[in-house]
């Protein structure tokens, strides 16, 4: 089992910030007083699998390895990857299994993947797969065919009721992501999702961070 996984770097940032801002007893700034930091990640292809397809496609009483904890609690890359086969006979190799086992198995993938697989896939939420393509899944023990669950993820922002709170946004509902940098980019349409779990995070498919010019130290906004 892999390690706890230490703070991130902006989450100690965040911490230090209000601290001296209390210590000279100075008001923050308004980008600076949401409850928690915001991160924006970008979201390269992977699949979801519940624990019957893990054992269809490598044996019987398979389990998921954790390689890599993701920023979201308990979420991880695992070791375990698959082969997609698309409606051309083309394919992926290495498609990374996030885990833990879901009660669905989905396929994301981004519009420059969906093109050369031949692919006509649409833009949903996680979960919403009803009318979506299916493929074919390969793994080392057999294939899985999916007759439906793959999908364009909606850009969306994970955020703890506090952060809904702050931004005064509710679930189901859409904000704005503003990223700054040499291209300037506005994501106008960023699907809000809260729980208690999740941690203050912007995800964006591969083609979008690289059509807005993300990168480590590029600026971002969220914008009710």
């Not at 210590?23 to 979201?43: F, K, M, Q, T």
């Not at 699998?49 to 920023?71: D, H, I, N, S």
Request: a positive charge; one cysteine or more.
């Amino acid at each position: 089992m892999l390690p706890p996984s230490p703070p991130h770097r902006l989450e100690i940032e965040h911490r230090v910030r209000h601290a001296l801002y209390r210590r000279l007893e100075r008001p923050l700034p308004r980008r600076a007083a949401a409850p928690n930091p915001l991160l924006v990640n970008i979201s390269a292809r992977h699949c979801h699998l519940t624990p019957r397809a893990v054992e269809t496609l490598f044996g019987t009483g398979a389990t998921l390895t954790p390689m890599k904890w993701l920023y979201q609690k308990d979420q991880y890359a695992a070791l375990e990857t698959v082969t997609l086969i698309g409606p051309r006979s083309r394919v992926i190799s290495n498609l990374r299994i996030l885990g833990p086992c879901r009660e669905l198995n989905q396929v994301e993938l981004a519009h420059t993947d969906s093109i050369a697989l031949g692919f006509d896939v649409p833009v949903r939420q996680s979960g919403n797969i009803a009318g979506t393509p299916g493929c074919m899944l390969m793994g080392p023990a057999g294939f899985l065919r999916l007759d439906q669950g793959v999908i364009r993820a909606a850009p969306h922002v994970h955020m703890h009721p506090d952060d809904a709170t702050f931004f005064g946004v509710e679930a189901g509902k859409f904000m704005r992501l503003r990223v700054g940098g040499d291209l300037g980019v506005t994501f106008e349409r960023l699907l809000v999702r809260v729980h208690a779990d999740f941690k203050l995070e912007v995800h964006i498919d591969t083609d979008e961070g690289n059509a807005c010019g993300l990168g480590p130290g590029t600026p971002v906004e969220l914008i009710p």
